[in-house]
């Protein structure tokens, strides 16, 4: 077994040279099947064996019948077959056997009464389809075929009578549309026209009425088209619900009327329904209307029917997200603009009171701004649009009191809210009571745009001392803020009170906390300087540099005094004389001897100050050990020096900045491990650690600076001994 087994195995599994495809094998199988010998065709004759023939055919058949007896196919194939034998009595009597097993077999009449009818038995046919049609009433297929065979035969009255047989059991609309074109057929209009109006009456649907009324039209009876789009609105009703149902009927009354260019009509039945239609569910129609005035209106209808289309999208969006802030601001400013562009009639303006109404009404779930940021612009608009359009300032005033009642304040607030409305108020003439609102907003809620909208506000109106109360009030509640301190400072600048400036730059020096101190040393800084308190000035730098060394607060220190020189200048050599002055007086001045020399002193005093500061600032960030400092420090002093300062002065700068190496460290961690990084070495610091080494470095220098001219003085020679030996060969 074990070697059978290994001989049926697949040793070799490399693919066969030649390979062959299924269909080649499929084909190959079918030629060598077995081809089975055709039966002999068997001729009869005489009546013996005819008599024979059928004796064994109608075993066979009762055969399987007593086998199959449910199987309606062996019963009709047996009738079939007794039939084309031309023994019809054995046939029907094969059916009619069928009959007892199944007497609701469609099949099985269709295949009785189609025997019939092959064999011309007309009144068998008849008394099957009458049989057929008493015991299967709703089966279509046999009504069909009834009325069509007595309509082939010319009996109209027959087919008018099986038909009126089966509307009493009330069929669908096809077999009524089938029952009119007969009618049609024979031009029997006033019978088809009855027709149909059994047919409403069976199936009162709107497409019944159209067929209907479209059927009256196409006999010239327009006015009994008329009274049947008006018995179909009767039927439906005139409320909400039957309008709807009937929005078809509707829209195919006033296509007629259009047809037969009854343009007023049509108008007419189409805002009949809309206007008792929501927009909602008027989309259709809404359409049809459209396209109604934008054919046969004028510019107003089409503009209304844009309008109403417009409304209808903005419905449908909201229904989907009640929420959604910027399908309201779009819809109302739709109603906005139809309100201006109209008659500014009552109507249109509580349709736009109506959409911003239902919009502040979508108040939003959580407690949080980020929510409540769309939602609030909803009630500036409303405000805005009631105090534009409508100057009613009572119903602003609510809309805004309303809106701050609303408004979480001890979560949030929102700013412009408040100051909108006290500007309101303003515009109104009563200052007091814009004042009141924000000495509200600030009692609930205080917050950094409030405190500068309320200043800006009191600065318009130019009360300089209220404006310092509120700074005074601001720092009360946020010491820390940098920019409350450097805003009350450009007040007092602006007054040009020097003292209370400096006091209070003074103050927010010394607050123990500050957001961001730099700032406030910046502008009290710029201030000092642009009053040309350069003492001053260098006195804050000198304060600011006790208290932190950074390289920017070096750098510019170094800046102030080369431009503090550089200004001295200027106004010695005249530059500082006030323009616009003399071109308003006019008056020709003679011209003014400079000093050169002073102008230069000065220039040159400002610079040397500047590169004392760069010094200490370069000194003291060494003595600190930051070398990305000292980088920029030099960067900075280069860029000084090209600009200002002469060749040596940069050279000397250049020659302080590092160069850079590689070098190895150990990995934090990993004592076996080493990576490379980049080092900054200073000459200066080169000196100080390893003089020896930094003197055989100059050596090294030098002496490579000597081999290089060694080596061009020896090219040139040789160049000038080839070029006399070229002139020797040429002479």
Not at 211 to 218: D, I, M, Q, S, T
Not at 233 to 245: A, C, P, R, V
Not at 255 to 276: C, N, T
Not at 364 to 392: C, G, M, Q, V
């Amino acid at each position: 077994m074990s070697q059978s087994r290994e001989g049926g195995r697949v040793k070799n599994r490399a693919p066969a040279p030649i390979q062959i495809t299924a269909e080649q094998l499929l084909r190959e199988a079918a030629d060598f099947q077995e081809k089975t010998a055709p039966k002999p065709k068997q001729r009869v004759e005489d009546f013996e064996e005819l008599h024979e023939y059928r004796g064994r055919k109608r075993q066979d058949f009762e055969e399987v019948i007593r086998r199959t007896r449910s199987n309606i196919s062996a019963w009709t194939k047996y009738a079939n077959w007794e039939a084309s034998q031309g023994e019809f009595p054995r046939s029907r009597s094969v059916f009619e056997r069928a009959f007892d097993v199944d007497p609701t077999s469609i099949k099985l009449w269709l295949s009785y009464t189609e025997m019939e009818l092959k064999a011309r038995n007309i009144s068998h046919a008849r008394n099957l389809y009458d049989r057929a049609v008493t015991l299967l009433p709703r089966i279509d297929q046999i009504w069909y075929k009834y009325v069509y065979l007595e309509e082939m035969l010319g009996n109209v009255a027959g087919s008018r009578q099986v038909f009126e047989r089966w509307m009493a059991w009330q069929p669908n609309e096809k077999a009524w549309t089938a029952y009119i074109k007969m009618e049609v057929r024979y031009n029997e209009m006033d019978r088809a026209s009855k027709v149909y109006e059994r047919l409403v009456n069976c199936h009162p649907e709107p497409k019944m009425f159209v067929k209907w009324a479209k059927f009256e039209e196409e006999r010239n009876r327009i006015d009994r088209a008329r009274e049947i789009f008006t018995m179909g609105f009767e039927f439906y009703g005139q409320e909400e619900e039957g309008i709807d149902k009937s929005q078809s009927l509707y829209s195919a009354f006033a296509k007629m009327e259009v047809r037969h260019k009854e343009y007023d009509r049509a108008r007419v039945i189409y805002k009949f329904a809309l206007d008792r239609l929501p927009r909602s569910r008027s989309t259709q129609l809404y359409a049809a209307y459209s396209n109604f005035e934008k054919q046969f209106g004028d510019r107003a209808g089409i503009e209304t029917t844009v309008l109403g289309k417009r409304r209808i999208q903005y419905e449908e969006e909201l229904t989907h997200e009640a929420r959604n802030y910027d399908v309201w601001f779009d819809y109302a400013r739709l109603e906005e603009d139809a309100y201006k562009s109209g008659d500014r009639d009552d109507a249109a303006l509580a349709r736009v009171r109506e959409v911003y109404e239902r919009a502040v009404a979508q108040v939003p779930p959580s407690d949080e701004k980020r929510h409540w940021r769309r939602y609030i612009f909803t009630w500036l608009n409303y405000a805005l649009f009631e105090e534009l359009e409508t100057k009613d300032v009572g119903r602003v005033r609510e809309i805004f009191k309303a809106c701050l009642k609303l408004v979480p304040h001890k979560q949030f607030t929102f700013a412009k809210v408040w100051t909108l409305f006290a500007e309101f108020e303003i515009r109104q003439l009563d200052l007091d009571a814009g004042r009141k609102i924000m000495g509200t907003a600030i009692g609930m809620s205080p917050k950094e745009k409030l405190f500068k909208n309320y200043i800006e506000l009191e600065l318009r109106l130019r009360e300089f001392d209220r404006c310092r109360t509120l700074y005074q009030k601001w720092l009360e509640y946020d010491p820390s803020n940098a920019s409350a301190w450097i805003k009350y400072t450009e007040l007092e600048g602006l007054l040009s009170d020097d003292e209370r400036a400096r006091a209070i730059y003074e103050l927010a020096v010394n607050q123990p906390s500050m957001d961001m101190p730099e700032l406030i040393w910046k502008s009290w800084i710029d201030y000092e300087y642009g009053e040309e308190e350069y003492d001053r000035t260098r006195e804050l730098y000198e304060r600011l540099l006790r208290r932190t060394s950074h390289v920017k607060v070096w750098v510019s220190f170094a800046q102030f005094e080369a431009n503090a020189g550089a200004a001295i200048a200027d106004r010695l050599a005249g530059g500082g004389e006030d323009s616009d002055e003399e071109e308003e007086e006019k008056v020709e001045k003679e011209p003014v001897e400079v000093d050169q020399e002073a102008v230069d002193e000065a220039k040159k005093d400002g610079l040397e100050k500047a590169r004392k500061v760069f010094q200490r600032g370069y000194d003291d960030l060494k003595k600190k050990s930051l070398k990305e400092e000292r980088v920029v420090l030099l960067e900075a002093w280069k860029a000084l020096e090209a600009s200002e300062g002469d060749a040596e002065s940069l050279a000397k700068v250049e020659a302080m900045l590092p160069r850079v190496v590689k070098k190895m460290r150990k990995v934090d961690g990993e004592a076996s491990m080493m990576e490379e990084y980049y080092d900054m070495i200073f000459a200066d610091d080169e000196t100080v650690n390893n003089p020896a080494s930094l003197k055989f470095l100059e050596l090294a220098h030098a002496w490579k600076q000597k081999a290089a001219m060694a080596e061009a003085a020896e090219e040139d020679s040789e160049s000038e001994d080839e070029d006399e030996e070229e002139e020797e060969e040429a002479e």
